[in-house]
């Protein structure tokens, strides 16, 4: 068998747009003497393509790209297909996640998704009915391809944290002994993901004793980014082609020759990099932003932030806003001039001293004393928040906020204020991850990996200044976050366990941690869900994220 894997890179619901994309990957495919090209879960739509999925138009519109597929084939290779397939009665859901053949007999489904993800991000039951049976597609030279997708392959209690409960359908397929097992899959990216379908994969393999071809749709979605990494495994689980990480790509497998030399993996840090890039590229992109703005500080949520939006459209495409207050250190106006200056980020310089004095003179009639503490030091923050949403108006670029997730889980950050903006670049890392991967991006192990991003390969880009000096807000004068914030090793610890595992506040205090400080960031955590509520969307990089997976009420107890 000679296949193509066709790592794509959908826009969600332009159904015919990805129909020509997938026939473009047809026609490379043919070139290339493929007999079979495998495109990724729900691929004609995008994924994730949610309540699209619940127009009847929509539905319409996939039959004609499909019969418009079928038209232009001009005797190409067949075609595996992510669809949507109708069930064809009226009880609901009345479709299944499902795999249409496209080839010389026109389309038709061969293929339904038997266990539906609903927790995190997922919520395929809304739309989905779970498929039964093992899927077998005999090909015309007598070879038995089994089908899954994606989830059908989570099935290994030991290796994974959670199991659907459900059927097996790597057992049913394992009867049927099939010759090559297919899984079409759309798996967002977290850091764990890519060596657990390393392992989930060659699981699989070995009990059905064939090969297992892992196809994995790649770019960003949303709040969702799909890091690719599409592989082959032999039937003992060794690695027999391998697609790269965070990039479209068409590869040919023939089962027929040996296998290839493997690629070092990436570290766990240029990973997580490239992941954020893909995302704020295809966000913009895909949103129709060419051009992007965030206000840059001096310190280090901003820089790195800065430093992912050059890479992902280009330093001539990204400009930066310096406001300086009173309050500000020339410490760190000199370091964001200098970061600034080693990107080749166009900034510009607006203080704002003096709305500050206008906001206390205008609400003297309504505070006698005029704004005091935290009021006053919001203001700062919103006053600031005004200047970046009106300048990104004006220029429409998309306005990045540069809140880490830390500050995220504990509500230290301000509405209206510094969570502006249309996308959350870093809002999915929490503080110390921040500084790790900035230690990361100035080291020179990262030098490659930052030419192939379009970045200086040389020298520091976030600098030692910026990345050794103290967090603070510079909202008062000689401001700490750690005035008001536990030690962040000791605070990020704590949400990872709160937020990621759901650990109780019991078996943290008996892990070491002081009571009352578990007590407070709990509360802290709760208090902030209104603001959560009501931020920009983020880039999901980690099992648990503040988005559509995190799912908890303002008003509760």
């Known amino acids: 068998m000679r296949l193509a894997l066709a790592q794509l890179n959908p826009l969600v619901g332009d159904l015919r747009g990805n129909a020509e994309q997938i026939l473009a990957a047809a026609r490379q495919a043919e070139a290339m003497g493929a007999s079979l090209l495998l495109t990724p879960e729900l691929s004609l739509w995008g994924y ?20 418009w597929l079928v038209e232009q084939r001009n005797g190409a290779c067949s075609l595996l297909i992510g669809v949507a397939l ?56 007598g070879e038995q391809l089994g089908l899954t997708i994606c989830e059908d392959l989570w099935v290994e209690d030991e290796l994974q944290r959670e199991r659907l409960s459900g059927p097996d359908p790597i057992a049913a397929l394992a009867e049927a002994k099939p010759d090559l097992m297919i899984n ?9 993901k890519p060596a657990l379908r390393r392992r989930l994969a060659g699981e699989a393999a070995r009990r059905m004793g064939c090969p297992v071809v892992y196809l ?18 032999a039937s003992d689980g060794t690695t027999l082609l391998e697609l790269p990480a965070c990039i479209e790509t068409v590869q040919i497998w023939d089962s027929s020759t ?5 690629i070092k993996p990436p570290s766990q840090d240029e990973l997580l990099l490239r992941a954020l890039v893909l995302g704020v590229r295809d966000y913009a992109r895909k949103c129709g932003f060419r051009q992007a703005l965030l206000g840059l500080s001096g310190g280090i949520d901003s820089a790195l932030v800065a430093v992912i939006a050059a890479a992902a459209l280009g330093a001539d495409n990204v400009s930066t806003l310096l406001m300086p207050s009173p309050w ?78 830390s500050e995220l889980a504990v509500g230290y950050c301000t509405l209206y204020g510094d969570m502006n903006g249309g996308l959350a670049v870093i809002g999915d890392l929490y503080k110390t991850t921040v500084f790790r991967l900035c230690d990361w991006i100035d080291s020179p192990e990262a030098a490659a990996c930052r030419l192939d991003l379009g970045l200086p390969a040389e020298g520091e880009l976030v600098g ?83 988005g559509s997976g995190w799912r908890l009420p303002i008003a509760a107890g």
């Open 258 to 262: 040996p296998a290839t030399a493997p």
């Open 48 to 67: 994730p393509p949610r309540d699209l999925l619940l127009r009847p138009s929509k539905l319409a519109e996939q039959t004609e790209a499909l019969d």
């Open 86 to 141: 109708q069930a064809g009665d009226q009880r609901t859901p009345t479709l299944f996640n499902g795999i249409a053949l496209v080839d010389d007999q026109g389309w038709q489904g061969v293929a339904r998704k038997q266990l539906l993800p609903s927790y995190d991000v997922f919520d395929e039951r809304r739309y989905f009915r779970p498929g039964d049976g093992a899927c077998i597609l005999r090909l015309q030279g």
């Open 216 to 233: 994995n749709q790649v770019g960003g979605n949303d709040e969702l980014v799909f890091d690719g990494g599409s592989f082959v495994v």
């Open 464 to 546: 030692a200044k910026i990345r050794s000096k103290p967090p603070s807000a510079e909202l008062r004068p000689d401001q700490k976050d750690s005035d008001s914030l536990p030690d962040y090793t000791e605070l990020d610890s704590l949400l990872m366990g709160l937020v990621q595992e759901r650990i109780p506040a019991e078996k943290l205090v008996a892990a070491g941690h002081d009571k009352a400080l578990v007590e407070r960031v709990q509360q802290l955590l709760s208090r902030a869900e209104f603001k959560r509520r009501q931020a920009a969307p983020l880039l999901k990089v980690s099992p648990q994220a503040f």
């Open 328 to 405: 500000s250190s020339a410490g760190s106006v000199e370091d964001a001039i200098g970061l600034a200056s080693r990107l080749g980020l166009n900034r510009q310089t607006l203080p704002i001293g003096s709305l500050m004095e206008g906001f206390d003179s205008g609400l003297r009639p309504a505070l006698a004393d005029g704004p005091q503490g935290v009021t006053a030091e919001n203001l700062q923050s919103r006053i600031r928040g005004t200047l970046l949403m009106a300048v990104a108006n004006q220029q429409g670029q998309l306005l990045l906020t540069t809140g880490n997730k």
């Open 184 to 192: 079409l899959a759309a798996s967002p990216f977290d850091p764990g």
